[in-house]
C-alpha cells in the first residue's frame, strides 16, 4: 500500500477513529487502526476503520492520491501523534512494508510496526446492510442529519452517567411511521424529544430499542453537515448509521454499536398531565437567573428555591448554602396562570433543558412542591424535572 | 401423682452453703480474687500467691496483712460474717472490697480451707480448718503476722461444679488474670504469683499506676498506648479517672483486654463498655475492641456494689455521669495524639496495604492489652477525701445533657494540640496505582489511601451537616424498588426519621418490595444507586436501634463509604490537593470510619535504617 493524503482530512479521521478504539484490552488489534487504500479507475480513497468490540466506525477520506492498493493495522495513539504533529505538511505519504508502516513528512519519516491485517476484526458490512440484503429483519429509515442531531442533542444530557439498576446510560429511540421519538431520562428528570420523517413507507417496522449513551455521542460527531441524509437501520441487537447514500458517492461514515438490552422505563406515565400552573418564560432570562441564584449552592445543598408571587407576576429565586451564604435574583413574569407556589429544583436541570430549546420562549407547568415540574418548547421537547424538597 | 408428692423442708446449712459458694466461686479464679481482696482489705503491703493444677489443686494467698485473731477465726468461715460493715448505711459507703461476709464460707463448703493468721498483738499464729464445711477448732501454729489462707481441691465434694471445670492451663490463665487485675489497681502492693513452682507475675512494691500498669502487662507497650485523665470539669462533678488507652493498632477481638477499675476494684460495666466503644468509634474496625486500662473514682455513695454476689457489676447512681466521663476522657486523649500508624520495616510485608504497622505482632504477643509511659500517678486517698467533700448535692457542670446520656454533640471537643504539619502542595502529591497518594511530612513519607481517606472526610462532613438539618432530598420521577423482606417493611416506619434525617423518603409496596420517592441530592450527583444503598440500610438496621445517635452514624458511614472515590479512580491535581488539604481539617483523619488506616508513615529514621545509613 501507498497512498499519499491530505494531513487536515486524514487527521479528521483519525481523531474521529480514535474515539472508537479499546484503551485496556488484550487484543492489540483493537487499540489500533486498519487503513484500506483503494483505487478503481479514477476514483480512489481512504478507508479508517476501528472497533473496540461494543462500537465500530468506518470512514472513507476522499482527498487521497492511492498509488498502491492495499491494507494496514497501526496503533492508533501513534497514528494520531504523528498525523497532528506533521502540523507544516500539507500531506503525508503512507507506505507499507511487511506488517511496518512509513510515514513520511517533507522533513520526517517514520516508521510504526503494526499487525497483520488479516488480523484484524472484522465489522458489520454496512452496503449489504442498508441495501436490506443481509436477510435478517432490519428497519430501516432516514432522516436528515440535522433533524437527528437536534434530537440527540435534546435528550442526551439526561442519560444516567452509568447503568445502574434505577437508570439506563442510553436513550430510547421509537420510530413509528413517521412518527420518531427520543426519550432518557436518568431517573430525575426526562427528556422526550419528537420529530416527523419526511419520507417513510406505510409498512416500515416499529423500532424501539435503547441506544448507549457514548453512540449517542459519536452519532453527533458523525453528523457535521446539516443537510446530508442519515440512513438509520436497527437490527434485534444493533443499529448502524450511515452517511451518504449510493446516489451521492456511497456511504462516507458508518457506525455501528450495540444496544442496550433491557426495557426502557415505562415512561408516558412520568409526564404529567393535570399541571395547574403555567408559566411563560423568556428562555435566556431564565437560564441566566438560574445561573446566577445557583450561585451559592454546593454538593450538598444543591437546590434552588422557585417563588412564584402570581399577584406581582414576580418570580424570586434564591439559594442557601450553610457555611457559604446565600443568592437571591428576581425575574419578571409575562404571564403566570394558577395560584401561588414554591418549589425547588436542581438548577442544573433546568439550565440543562433551556440549552437545548430552540425557541426563545419557554413554558413551564407545574403542581405542587412535591410534584414534577414540565418544561415545553412546542410539541417537539419536553421536558419533566423532579423537585428538591426545601428546608 | 400423690407418690411424687414431696414435703417442704429448711436445707442443711452445709447444702445452703453449697449453693451460696456456687454464686461466689465458680472456678479457681474466684478463689484468687476473693483471697486476694481479703488479703488487700486487711491492708498487706505484700501478697503471695500460689497456684498449683491452675488453682484446682492449691490456691494459696499469703500476706502481710492485720491478721485474724485466733478466737475470730471460726467467726472468719461463717457465712454472713464480717469485720467490714455493722449497719445497713455501710451498704452506702463500702470502701472495702469485700463486705457481704460470703466468700471464705463459701469456699469451705466446696474445698478443704485451711487459714492460718496471726495479729500484731499475738505472739504466735493459730490456724483452723475446715474440709467440705466441717470446721475444726483453732489450734496454736507458728507463722508471721499476716494470713495465709490455703484451698485445697475446690469441688471435690461436688463433682458436678468440677466437672464445669476447664483445662489446667485455661485455669491457671484465669486465674493470674484475676491476680494481675487487682495487682493493677493496687500499684503500691507487692505482688508475687506463682504456678506450679514457676513465676508467673513479680511487681515490686510502691509502683505508680503507670509502671505497674507495664510492670503487669508488658513494657512493650509503653509506645502502644496514651495517657488519659479526667479534668476539671469531671472533678467538679465528682469523678475522676485516670488510665491508659491503647492505640487503635492494638485492638482485640474481643473486650478481655478492657480493665476497668472502679475504686480499686474491677468491674465488667455496660455503661462503661458503651463509652469506650463510642470513643474509638470510627478508629478501628467493626468486630474490633479497643484496649485500655481505665481507673474510675468517685465517691463510695455514688454507686452501689452489692447488686453481684461476685460485686463485678456495679451500679452506678448516675451512669451518665460515668459515661461522660470516660468517653470525653478517651476522646480527648486520642484527638491529640497523632494517630498515624508508623510503618514497621523490620516485617517483609513492608508495603503491604492495610495490615501495615506493629499491630499484629504485638497484640499476639501481650496477653493483655495497652499501657503508658509517663504522667502523674494519682494519690487515691486524696482524691477519696477530695470527692467525700463535693459528695453532698449534684454539681451542676453545666454540660451534661439533663436525661440520659449526652450524646457525642453536646461534649466539648478540644481540637487536638499539635498543629498537623503544613500540607504539601499538590504538585508534589504522587498518585500510585489510582488507589494511593504518597506525600511528605515532617517526620517523613505519608502514604494515604485515597478512598479511605475520602470516606473519612465525606463522613464528619455528613455528621457535621446531619446535625444541623436534614440531608437535602431530590425526588424520583418513578419510585426506585428496594426488594426487601416482610420483616423489614414491617420496621419501616421505625425507620421513618431516621430516613428522614439522612434525605431518604421511602414506603412500602406490595409485600415484598419497598419504594424509594426521595434520596439525597449529593448521592446522586456521586452516582450512588438508591436500590444499593437501601438494600445495605435494611439489611444494617436489623441490628441497630433506629433512633440512636449509633444508628445514624452508622448509615451515614455506609453513605460516605459508598460515595468517596474509589481505588482505580484517576483524580486530578484539584482533587488531590483539595482531599489532603481536607484531611488536615477534619479531626482523626488517620483512621477511616471502618476503622482502617488512612495513612500510613515511613518516617526518615525508618528509611536510613532501610537503607543502612545509620
Ligand atoms: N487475709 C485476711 N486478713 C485479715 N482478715 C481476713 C482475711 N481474710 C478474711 N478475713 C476476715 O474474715 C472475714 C470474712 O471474710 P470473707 O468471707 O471474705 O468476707 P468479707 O471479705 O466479705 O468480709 C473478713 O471480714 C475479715 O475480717
Ligand atoms: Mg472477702
Request: net charge negative; glycine share 6%; aromatic share 4%.
Amino acid at each position: 500500500m501507498k497512498v499519499i493524503c491530505d494531513r487536515a482530512a486524514l487527521l479528521a479521521a483519525v481523531n474521529m477513529a480514535s474515539g472508537v478504539v479499546a484503551t485496556r484490552t488484550p487484543r492489540p488489534q483493537l487499540t489500533c487502526i486498519k487503513l484500506t487504500a483503494r483505487k478503481s479507475g479514477k476514483s480512489a480513497d481512504l478507508t479508517l476503520t476501528a472497533t473496540d468490540g461494543e462500537a465500530a466506525l468506518r470512514l472513507t477520506v476522499a482527498q487521497v492520491d492511492v498509488q498502491e492498493p492495499g491494507e494496514a493495522v497501526i496503533p492508533a495513539d501513534k497514528l494520531r501523534q504523528i498525523v497532528s504533529a506533521e502540523e507544516g505538511d500539507p500531506t503525508l505519504t503512507i507506505e507499507t512494508e511487511d506488517d511496518a508502516c512509513h510515514i513520511r513528512g517533507q522533513d520526517a519519516r517514520f516508521k510504526v510496526f503494526g499487525f497483520k491485517p488479516s488480523e484484524f476484526p472484522s465489522i458489520p458490512d454496512f452496503e449489504k446492510i442498508f441495501a436490506g440484503k443481509d436477510g435478517g429483519k432490519t428497519a430501516i429509515f432516514t432522516h436528515t442529519s440535522d433533524g437527528l442531531s437536534t434530537m440527540i442533542g435534546r435528550t442526551l444530557f439526561a442519560t444516567a452517567r452509568e447503568n445502574s439498576r434505577y437508570a439506563v446510560n442510553g436513550a430510547l429511540l421509537k420510530r413509528e411511521g413517521k412518527k420518531l421519538e427520543m426519550v432518557a431520562t436518568d431517573g430525575r428528570r426526562l427528556a422526550l424529544a419528537r420529530q416527523t420523517l419526511a419520507q417513510s413507507d406505510k409498512d416500515a417496522a416499529p423500532i424501539t430499542c435503547i441506544v448507549p449513551a457514548r453512540t449517542l455521542g459519536l452519532m453527533q460527531r458523525l453528523m457535521d453537515e446539516p443537510e446530508v441524509p442519515v440512513r438509520v437501520a436497527v437490527t434485534d441487537s444493533q443499529i448502524l448509521v450511515a452517511v451518504g447514500t449510493p446516489e451521492d458517492g456511497g456511504i462516507r461514515a458508518a457506525l455501528s454499536s450495540n444496544l442496550v438490552e433491557g426495557a426502557f422505563p415505562p415512561y408516558e406515565e412520568v409526564i404529567p398531565r393535570d399541571q395547574d400552573k403555567k408559566v411563560v418564560f423568556d428562555r435566556d432570562v431564565l437560564s441566566s437567573a438560574v445561573r446566577r441564584a445557583a450561585l451559592l449552592t454546593n454538593e450538598e445543598s444543591r437546590g434552588v428555591r422557585m417563588k412564584f408571587k402570581g399577584s406581582e407576576r414576580q418570580l424570586e429565586l434564591s439559594s442557601r448554602a450553610p457555611e457559604m451564604g446565600e443568592a437571591e435574583v428576581n425575574v419578571e413574569l409575562s404571564s403566570y396562570e394558577g395560584a401561588d407556589l414554591e418549589i425547588g429544583f436542581n438548577p442544573t436541570f433546568i439550565v440543562d433543558a433551556l440549552k437545548v430549546v430552540s425557541d426563545p420562549n419557554v413554558v413551564m407547568e407545574l403542581k405542587a412542591h412535591n410534584k414534577p415540574g414540565v418544561v415545553k418548547s412546542g410539541n417537539d421537547f419536553v421536558y419533566v424535572v423532579m423537585p428538591v424538597n426545601l428546608q | 401423682m400423690p407418690s411424687s408428692r414431696r414435703s417442704i423442708r429448711p436445707l442443711p446449712e452445709l447444702l445452703v452453703n453449697q449453693i451460696a459458694a456456687g454464686e461466689v466461686v465458680d472456678r479457681p479464679a474466684s478463689v484468687v480474687k476473693e483471697l486476694v481482696e481479703n488479703a488487700l482489705d486487711a491492708g498487706a503491703t505484700r501478697v503471695t500467691v500460689r497456684l498449683e493444677q491452675g488453682g484446682i489443686e492449691l490456691v494459696e494467698v499469703s500476706d502481710n496483712g492485720a491478721g485474724i485473731a485466733a478466737e475470730e477465726l471460726p467467726l472468719a468461715l461463717m457465712p454472713h460474717a464480717t469485720s467490714k460493715i455493722a449497719a445497713a448505711e455501710d451498704l452506702d459507703r463500702i470502701g472495702t472490697l469485700g463486705f457481704r461476709g460470703e466468700a471464705l464460707a463459701s469456699i469451705g463448703s466446696v474445698a478443704r480451707v485451711t487459714i492460718r493468721s496471726r495479729t500484731e498483738a499475738q505472739h504466735e499464729a493459730a490456724e483452723i480448718a475446715c474440709d467440705g464445711g466441717e470446721t475444726s477448732v483453732p489450734r496454736p501454729a507458728s507463722g508471721p503476722v499476716g494470713t495465709t489462707a490455703r484451698v485445697r481441691n475446690l469441688f471435690f465434694n461436688t463433682p458436678a461444679r468440677r466437672k464445669f471445670l476447664r483445662t489446667v492451663p485455661t485455669e491457671q490463665a484465669r486465674c493470674v488474670d484475676a491476680a494481675r487485675d487487682l495487682a493493677l489497681a493496687h500499684p503500691a502492693v507487692a505482688f508475687v504469683v506463682s504456678t506450679d513452682g514457676r513465676t508467673a507475675l513479680d511487681l515490686p512494691p510502691g509502683q505508680t499506676p503507670r509502671e505497674r500498669a507495664l510492670a503487669a502487662l508488658g513494657t512493650e507497650l509503653a509506645d502502644q498506648v496514651i495517657e488519659v485523665s479526667a479534668d476539671e470539669f469531671d472533678d467538679a462533678r465528682g469523678a475522676t479517672l485516670w488510665g491508659l488507652a491503647g492505640l487503635p493498632a492494638i485492638a482485640r477481638a474481643t473486650n478481655q483486654a478492657q480493665h476497668v477499675f472502679l475504686n480499686g476494684r474491677p468491674i465488667r460495666d455496660k455503661t462503661v463498655q458503651h463509652a469506650i466503644k463510642e470513643a474509638y468509634r470510627g478508629l478501628i474496625e467493626p468486630g474490633r475492641h479497643p484496649t485500655c486500662v481505665l481507673m474510675i473514682e468517685m465517691s463510695p455513695a455514688a454507686v452501689d456494689v452489692n447488686v453481684h454476689p461476685a460485686k463485678v457489676e456495679v451500679r452506678f447512681r448516675d451512669p451518665s455521669l460515668v459515661h461522660t466521663l470516660v468517653l470525653r476522657a478517651l476522646r480527648r486523649a486520642l484527638q491529640s495524639a497523632d494517630l498515624t500508624p508508623t510503618i514497621a520495616t523490620a516485617r517483609p510485608t513492608m508495603l503491604g496495604p492495610r495490615e501495615i504497622g506493629p499491630a499484629a505482632t504485638l497484640a499476639d504477643r501481650l496477653r493483655h492489652g495497652p499501657w503508658p509511659d509517663s504522667g502523674a500517678p494519682i494519690d487515691y486517698a486524696a482524691t477519696r477525701e477530695a470527692l467525700a467533700s463535693a459528695e453532698n448535692g449534684p454539681v451542676d457542670g453545666g454540660r451534661g445533657s439533663a436525661s440520659g446520656w449526652p450524646d457525642a454533640a453536646s461534649i466539648a471537643e478540644p481540637k487536638p494540640q499539635t498543629p498537623l504539619p503544613a500540607p504539601i502542595p499538590a504538585s508534589r502529591v504522587l498518585q500510585v496505582h489510582n488507589s494511593y497518594l504518597v506525600t511528605q511530612d515532617a517526620e517523613g513519607v505519608v502514604i494515604v489511601d485515597q478512598h479511605a481517606l475520602h470516606e473519612r472526610v465525606m463522613f464528619e462532613q455528613l455528621v457535621a451537616r446531619v446535625s444541623r438539618e436534614p440531608l437535602e432530598r431530590q425526588r424520583l420521577l418513578t419510585p426506585s424498588v428496594v426488594p426487601a423482606t416482610p420483616a423489614q417493611i414491617a420496621r419501616l416506619p421505625e425507620l421513618a426519621p431516621l430516613l428522614s434525617r439522612i434525605g431518604v423518603e421511602a414506603e412500602a409496596i406490595g409485600p415484598e418490595a419497598i419504594g424509594v420517592h426521595a434520596f439525597p441530592s449529593f448521592l446522586f450527583e456521586r452516582g450512588v444507586d438508591p436500590v444499593d444503598l437501601m438494600s445495605d440500610l435494611l439489611e444494617r438496621s436489623n441490628d441497630f436501634a433506629p433512633d440512636s445517635e449509633e444508628a445514624l452514624r452508622d448509615v451515614l458511614d455506609m453513605m460516605a463509604c459508598k460515595a468517596a472515590v474509589k481505588a482505580g479512580d484517576r483524580m486530578s491535581e484539584g482533587e488531590l490537593a483539595e482531599l489532603l488539604t481536607l484531611r488536615d481539617e477534619v479531626e482523626r483523619s488517620s483512621n477511616c470510619p471502618h476503622g482502617r488506616p488512612t495513612s500510613v508513615r515511613l518516617t526518615i529514621r525508618e528509611l536510613e535504617r532501610l537503607f543502612k545509613r545509620s
